[in-house]
């Protein structure tokens, strides 16, 4: 079991940085493959970026070049770094930690991208 506790969420204005950073607790990270996953009202959760447990990352399309996605197993935290912000980003972040047969997510933590 392992629980994921989501921070680094807020407003802030297009064109703008935000850092979301994941921590997990209860069991062990690094065998984990790590995820960020996105969701607005009344649309299907997307991924966003994925890292695995070798650290090979992976990008929707919409954010490539725009958000960084890195792990710190010394500190059980995956990062989402997402800069030049833009409004259609605006959504509710989850963290993800997915093995085979094995999908936990956190709380989620709100972005919101607005002038």
């Known amino acids: 079991q392992v629980q994921l506790v989501e921070s680094g969420g807020g407003l802030v204005q297009p064109g703008g940085s935000l850092r979301l950073s994941c921590t997990a607790s209860?069991?062990?990270?690094?065998?984990?493959?790590m995820g960020w996953y996105r969701q607005v009202p009344g649309k299907q959760r997307e991924l966003v970026a994925s890292i695995t447990t070798s650290g090979s990352t992976n990008y929707a399309d919409s954010v490539k070049g725009r958000f960084t996605i890195s792990r710190d197993n010394a500190k059980n935290t995956v990062y989402l770094q997402m800069s030049s912000l833009k409004p259609e980003d605006t959504a509710v972040y989850y963290c993800n930690a997915k093995l085979p047969l094995i999908n936990h997510w956190g709380q989620g933590t709100q972005v919101t991208v607005s002038s």
């Open positions: 209860g069991s062990i990270f690094r065998i984990y493959n």
